[in-house]
């Protein structure tokens, strides 16, 4: 079965300092991956998707930045760090065949405080 | 992105009853749409999917499609109190799936 790992669980971080979250999925290949955020109270926001290595589409332009340096590996970066950048961050995958029920799975989330 | 709406609530239900959630969506070439619960703190979890206009039944859960009028809605019958959570609906254009900002739910024993 497909399983997918995400690291840190939680970080505080200053104003400033670098990011960097990483996602890996198991027991599949080609997937598609996602990063999301959810702020505190608010619903999903979709911040990257990609369809294959180092493919990667944006949704929102912002100061932070993802790569895909492997099939089953998604990494979500920042070089500066801002309070804006605060919240739950979701590493997502889904199958990259079209079929109609594919679905998106997620990781069990980090939590990013910026202070 | 794409709009998905949802009324943010808190509907509150009593334990047993049906709960009816509601969703929106701006974009008509969306081809799936799918229910997640989410308990606070955690992550998303899929409760159902559905593709063609209609009712789809699973358990406790049904979910119905009316692509013309671009609405999705999830009916939870027999409420029960392990129901309280956020519910999002989420749809997919594409290799995208976008969400709404969910639906808070308790169930009141």
């Known amino acids: 079965s497909q399983t997918i790992h995400q690291w840190p669980a939680t970080l505080v971080q200053p104003v400033g300092s670098p990011l960097s979250l990483e996602c890996t999925v198991e027991?599949?290949?080609?997937?598609?991956l996602y990063w999301y955020r959810q702020a505190a109270g608010r619903g999903l926001q979709l911040l990257f998707y990609?369809?294959?290595?180092?493919?990667i589409s944006s949704e929102v332009p912002q100061n932070l930045s993802a790569s895909r340096p492997q099939d089953r590996q998604f990494i979500l970066s920042s070089k500066k760090l801002l309070l804006s950048d605060s919240g739950f961050y979701l590493c997502a995958w889904s199958p990259i065949t079209g079929g109609s029920g594919n679905t998106i799975y997620f990781g069990e989330g980090s939590w990013l405080t910026v202070v | 992105q794409k709009e998905v709406e949802q009324n943010s609530g808190p509907l509150s239900v009593p334990e047993g009853a049906i709960a009816s959630l509601n969703c929106t969506y701006s974009?008509?070439?969306?081809?799936?749409f799918f229910w997640y619960r989410q308990y606070s703190g955690k992550s998303p979890e899929l409760i159902m999917f559905?593709?063609?206009?209609g009712d789809k039944e699973d358990g406790r859960f049904t979910a119905q499609l009316n692509k013309a009028s671009q609405y999705v809605s999830l009916l939870i019958r027999d409420s029960q109190p392990s129901d309280s959570a956020t519910y999002l609906c989420?749809?997919?254009?594409?290799?995208?799936?976008?969400f709404g900002t969910g639906t808070s739910l308790t169930v009141i024993p």
């Open positions: 027991g599949t290949s080609n997937p598609n």
């Open positions: 990609s369809v294959g290595i180092g493919q």
């Open positions: 559905i593709y063609s206009n």
């Open positions: 974009d008509r070439g969306s081809q799936s």
């Open positions: 989420a749809v997919r254009t594409g290799n995208q799936f976008y």
